[in-house]
């Protein structure tokens, strides 16, 4: 394949991207919509399944990562980590892109889905991932009691100490509410493996992971 310099390939992955668009900048410290005081809303259980919420740039990458991973009966790409309501695609606001991970908790822990948020980004960038930059793309990983807020401490602590001076720069936030995204946004990257972000930007994303957690992939019956 032709190689192109850097700087035009990423101009023309924002230009066909289209979706994810909406960065927020005028959030210049995304602290600031952090809501780190508030009490964690707990989830209900249903049929067995759990739900686990994670951000890490664009919703479309991380949706199709946890929809390959064993025991996620399904990933859901929206929005939250902010205060304003209804949140939508052109107005998404201070929220950032979130995905919703239905998991069944006798086959995948809510410990090994927080390594597999991990290690499928770029821990230290700050507000983004790859070429996705602003407050929307920003990583936030959310727990909804005090067991899973320990698991994600004791995690960012050991991973820290492994950084040499840099930091994790994912928020840690009490879950509030989750937004559903809309409806083409959904399986996007199945749906659509045509698109140049998907082809550029997910796949070699999701094709790293893959290769970091071969043990936690489905199998082609699952």
Known sequence: ??????????????????????????NKEAEAVAQKTQTPVQTESQDGLKKAYFASGCF??????????????????????????NPSYEN????AEVVEVIYDPNVV???QLVDVYFG??????????????????RSIIFYQ??????????KIAELNKQLNGDKVAAQVLPFQ???????????YEKNNPGNPYIQNVSVPRINKFREKFPELLKTEKE
């Not at 101009?11 to 960065?23: M, R, T, V, W, Y």
Request: hydrophobic share 30%.
């Open 145 to 154: 009691n005090d067991t899973e807020k320990k698991i994600i401490d004791e």
């Open 120 to 137: 499928s980004q770029n821990i230290t960038q700050v507000n983004g991932q790859g070429p996705d930059r602003g407050t929307s793309y």
């Open 109 to 111: 822990s809510f410990g």
């Open 177 to 187: 509410k989750f937004w559903k995204a809309e409806d083409y946004h959904q399986d």
């Open 92 to 95: 998404h606001a201070d929220h």
């Open 60 to 85: 479309w990458c991380v949706e199709a990562i946890y929809e390959s991973v064993k025991g996620v009966k399904e990933a859901v790409s929206g929005y939250s980590g902010g205060k304003t309501p």
């Open 1 to 26: 394949m032709k190689k192109y310099p850097i700087l035009i390939v990423t101009l023309i992955l924002f230009a066909l991207h289209g979706a994810c668009k909406p960065s927020n900048d005028t």
